[in-house]
């Protein structure tokens, strides 16, 4: 039978609570987890909470390494047993079917990696200019517009994927040259991470099951346009850095940007201008293209900043 371990990171005492609530979604599932681990990073005091307040049967690991998700999430894996190693964000919720639904397309031996669908939950209610459904990946779920071939997708969300054990044992584990840094927005170690995969492994699939599904908090503050902004920013600035990881590889590092921009283009974008009358629909057009903007500057911020990088992608 296949062994599954569940990898949740945390790192600060304000989502404590969210922490439990996670843990407690993996523990109801309609298929129990080998094991579950929660990753903690850098937070001594946050690391005694959960070790004294924790589950039964629950390990709870101190990452005292590289600060940030991208080592966190190494710690998890190093200290792993299962066969396949499957991550939840410590502020999302798992339905309860979810790791049944996530490892089902384990069963085709190609696939090294699948990813499943993240969807919002507003915190404090809907917000009163919700975001266009296109620019969700802000708030890290899943995104109208997200590029697919059948269910073959270029790289996974964090907040929910699973990865077969063999793939960091072939390929290594997270780059720690990108990834968030508690509350700073350092992204890019799923994609980079992915690429690597596709490179080092021909053949090997990265897939994306629809079914298997959590819940991501957003907080409001995350839908404010200053976050927007940030966001894109940053995303931009990291996307540049995976490009650089991947100078050396055939791959198309940002193909999948380049078909989510023509989508917001050719698509997103027209469909929105045909209901412009509406203010909702005017407010979101303007989201979408100052979101863009931003995340065209900080791609070209990074490519300026980042001419010294080198790691190569063969880590």
């Given at each position: ?69 991208s080592e966190t999430r190494n710690v998890g894996i190093r200290n792993a047993s299962g066969d396949i190693i499957a991550f939840l964000d410590d502020d999302a919720v ?101 690429l690597r995969l596709s490179r080092k492994l021909p053949g090997a699939l990265i897939l994306y099951e629809p079914e298997a599904i959590v819940h991501h908090k957003v ?73 863009i903007g931003a995340t065209g500057v900080g791609y070209l911020t990074g490519r300026l900043k980042n001419r010294r990088l080198a790691v190569p992608l063969e880590q």
């Open positions: 039978m296949t062994k599954v371990s569940v990898v949740i990171c945390a790192y600060t005492l304000e989502r404590l609570n969210d922490v439990y609530e996670a843990v407690n979604s993996v523990l109801q599932q309609t298929l129990l987890p080998y094991e579950v681990i929660v990753s903690v990073d850098h937070n001594k005091a946050l690391l005694e909470k959960l070790r004294t307040g924790m589950a039964a049967g629950v390990t709870v690991l101190f990452n005292e390494g590289v600060r940030g998700l798992a339905d309860k079917d979810w790791l049944q639904k996530l490892i089902k397309p384990f069963d085709d031996p190609a696939a090294m990696a699948v990813g499943g669908r993240i969807d919002p939950l507003w915190q404090g209610g809907q917000p009163i200019q919700p975001l266009p459904e296109e620019l969700y990946w802000i708030v890290g779920c899943t995104y109208k517009g997200m590029p697919r071939r059948g269910n073959q997708v270029r790289n996974l969300i964090g907040c929910n994927m699973a990865f077969r054990a063999q793939a960091f044992k072939s390929v290594g584990l997270f780059s720690t040259d990108v990834g968030r840094t508690g509350k700073t927005q350092g992204i890019g170690d799923d994609s980079e991470i992915c907080p409001q503050w995350r839908v404010k346009l200053s976050y927007l902004i940030q966001r894109s920013h940053d995303e931009g600035y990291y996307k540049s850095v995976v490009r650089k990881l991947c100078a050396n590889s055939t791959t198309k590092p940002l193909s999948a940007e380049d078909t989510y921009l023509r989508y917001l283009l050719l698509v997103a974008i027209p469909q929105r201008l045909k209901r412009c009358y509406q203010r909702r629909s005017l407010l979101q057009i303007v989201a979408i293209f100052i979101c």
